[in-house]
């Protein structure tokens, strides 16, 4: 850190460079973008808040201006008008990632602005007299939302003459670390090498393996400069090379360290700039590399020529670089029938990459195995880099109720006429949806009418078909037939259930010629209804001579009481 003119004049040209950004900002939202707008209006009260509903605004592209091209200001040509003395609503929704952080808004107002990120009021703006950037905002980053919906709202305002405004958002990722301070490099010290030691092939295998940092200083010097850990004779040179890979996508290379007192600084044998420090000024090299410098995924080389003017001297040097967030990949949109009243259960797989981690968990809310409920549920899986960079993605699952319910009905009913009119016919229907439980259940015969379990059914065959519906409006039905015998019929079916008795030890013949008789009375059979309503008495009395458990008797109990009631239903039928 030599005293003379020398030194003052480079210390002098370090002040005029200045120090680079730290790193390259991405962008959020750029210039000329869309954005929802009142002009020359006045919104409702919340406009400003992230869930205020502002579908009804227009849609209109920035710069908002009255200028045109070629203005006196030299502002970009509008897209949209902003009249004179006029007043522009605007909203931005945008998304940031995981990891962003230190969002920052810049553009050009005139004449004021008023700017909220989130509802958060982040500062009032003025601008005239031709000014431009005259809107700065590092919004906190306790406004942001990562991974989310963010909402930057602004009221530009317009006193007189020129208008204009237009606004972009940058934000700041994770960096990833290509080399750290206190690393080796091959190094010359004190010695000059052969021309091209700044290329990327240049073989350096002959130089010194050396660990940074370079310095003269050691521990607890003038500077408080960490202790070299490898000499730098005050008045000499350092020549160092570094090689380092880079993974496929990286981008925005920044070298960041300190030099006392000069470098000069190459990638991959370009140029860089020179850096200049002294007075124990430190972060004196602050480069960021263009990408076209660089070649990711693959091997790079960043050159330095430090030298020292007397005193004390000072070198070290670190690297830093931008990946792409995780690619998160989701399975497509799924439709799934739901199961029971609460939804379905969804299995999936999802998975995320990174050019920096390989392969990464991604981690989905709800998860894979979750019971998604009916409608419409967004499932969002995210991944995260070593450096804490995110990525996301999003699928919909979709539960919906399109099973009808399972109607039970009984099979087939087929019962005697009590009456002209038919007989009461009781039966039991049902209904399980999976979904709703159990709906209820209706009846109608085919001809339209409603039936209940206990309506009388006419004489013949009716089909009785059941329906029931869910919550979700699907129908299910089922049908049986109920048969209701004629007289005749029933006659016919009185010998078919006497021949099914058996009868050891006695004969139902008698029986089985009385009914022969009621059948040949029928009016079908050429009788008339007065002549088999004759025909039961004695019917009647032979069933009961046959029944009982003595000797002889060939019908039990319950066969006589079954009997019995089948002719009382058909002398109910004839209307004896």
């Given at each position: 850190?030599?005293l003379?003119?020398?030194l003052?004049?480079?210390?002098a ?13 991405a962008?959020a ?6 954005w929802?707008t009142?002009?020359?209006?006045h ?28 203005n ?5 040509a509008?897209?949209?008008a ?5 007043t ?6 945008f998304t ?5 952080t ?19 009021a982040v500062g ?6 031709c000014?431009?950037?005259s809107?700065?905002?590092d919004v906190?980053d306790?406004?942001v939302?990562?991974?989310g919906?963010?909402v ?26 290509a ?26 295998a002959?130089?010194?393996d ?10 607890g010097n003038?500077c408080g400069?960490?202790a ?18 880079l993974p496929?996508?990286?981008?925005s290379l920044?070298l ?23 007075s124990?000024?430190?972060g004196t090299?602050?480069v960021d590399v263009?990408?076209g410098?660089l ?8 050159a ?8 004390l ?7 830093t670089?931008?990946v792409?967030?995780?690619t998160?990949?989701v399975?497509?949109?799924?439709t799934?029938?739901?199961t ?16 920096l981690?390989?392969?990464?968990p ?5 998860a ?20 804490g960079?995110?990525?996301s ?6 539960v ?8 039970t ?10 009456s002209?009119?038919?007989a009461?016919?009781?039966f039991?229907?049902?209904a399980r949806?999976?979904?709703s439980?159990?709906p ?9 009418a409603p039936v ?12 009785v078909?059941c329906?029931?519906?869910?919550d ?6 089922a ?11 029933a ?6 259930v006497?021949t099914?008795?058996a ?5 139902t ?7 022969n ?6 009016p079908?059979g050429?009788?008339s ?8 008495t ?10 009982g458990?003595?000797?002889?008797k ?13 002719t009382?239903?058909?002398a ?5």
């Open positions: 850190m030599g003379g003119s020398l003052t004049a480079l210390v040209m370090a002040i005029a460079a200045g120090v680079a950004a730290a790193d390259t900002p962008t939202f750029a210039y000329a973008t869309t929802q009142v002009i020359n209006g919104p409702s009260d919340g406009w400003e808040q992230p869930g205020f509903d502002d579908t009804s605004w227009s849609d209109d592209r920035a710069p908002f201006g009255n200028g045109g091209p070629g006196f200001c030299g502002f970009p509008e897209h949209t902003f009249p004179e003395n006029g522009v609503y605007a909203r931005k929704t940031l990632p995981v990891g962003a230190s969002l920052h808004l810049d553009g050009s107002i005139d004449n004021a602005a008023d700017v909220y990120v989130n509802g958060h009032s703006f003025g601008g005239g007299s000014a431009q950037g809107i700065q905002v906190p306790g406004y939302k990562q991974d919906r963010n930057v709202a602004v009221v530009a305002r317009d006193f007189g003459s020129l208008s204009f405004f237009d606004l972009r958002g940058t934000y700041h990722l994770q960096s990833a670390t080399f750290g301070f206190a690393t080796r490099w091959r190094a010359l010290v004190d010695d000059n090498p052969s021309g091209g030691w700044e290329q990327a092939g240049f073989d350096d002959a130089w010194g050396d660990q940074a940092p370079f310095g003269n200083g050691g521990p003038d400069f960490p070299a850990n490898t000499g730098f004779p005050e008045g000499s040179s350092v020549y160092a090379r570094k090689t380092f890979t496929a996508g990286a981008t920044h960041d360290g300190t030099i006392d007192n000069a470098a000069d600084v190459y990638v991959n044998g370009t140029y860089e700039g020179s850096y200049f420090g002294g124990c000024d430190k090299i602050q263009p990408d410098d070649n990711p995924d693959g091997s790079n080389v960043v330095v020529v430090a030298t020292d003017f007397g005193s001297s000072f070198f070290d040097l670190r690297g670089y931008h792409p967030p995780p998160v990949t399975p497509a949109d799924q799934l029938e739901a029971g009243p609460s939804g379905a259960v969804d299995t999936f797989t999802a998975s995320a990459s990174s050019a981690d390989g392969s990464l991604a981690d989905c809310t709800p894979s195995g979750s019971t998604f409920p009916l409608g419409t549920s967004a499932v969002r899986c995210t991944a995260i880099d070593s450096v960079n995110g990525g993605a999003t699928f919909n699952v979709t919906r109720d399109t099973t009808e319910p399972a109607v009905v009984p099979g087939d009913i087929a019962v005697d006429a009590t002209s009119a038919g009461p016919v009781t039991a229907a049902s949806d999976a979904v439980g159990a209820s259940v209706a009846c109608r015969s085919d001809d339209g209940a379990s206990g309506d009388v059914l006419r004489i013949g065959t009716t089909t078909t329906s029931a519906s869910d979700a409006g699907n129908a299910g039905t049908s049986f037939k109920v048969l209701v015998r004629s007289p005749d019929q006659a016919s079916n009185l010998q078919a006497l099914s008795f009868a050891p030890g006695g004969s013949s008698a029986i089985s010629d009385k009914i008789q009621l059948i040949a009375a029928m079908t050429g009788g209804t007065a002549s088999a309503c004759q025909t039961l004695p019917l009647n009395n032979q069933i009961r001579a046959r029944t458990p003595q000797p002889g060939t019908l039990t109990g319950a066969q006589s009481d079954r009997l019995l009631a089948i009382k239903d058909i109910g039928s004839l209307g004896c």
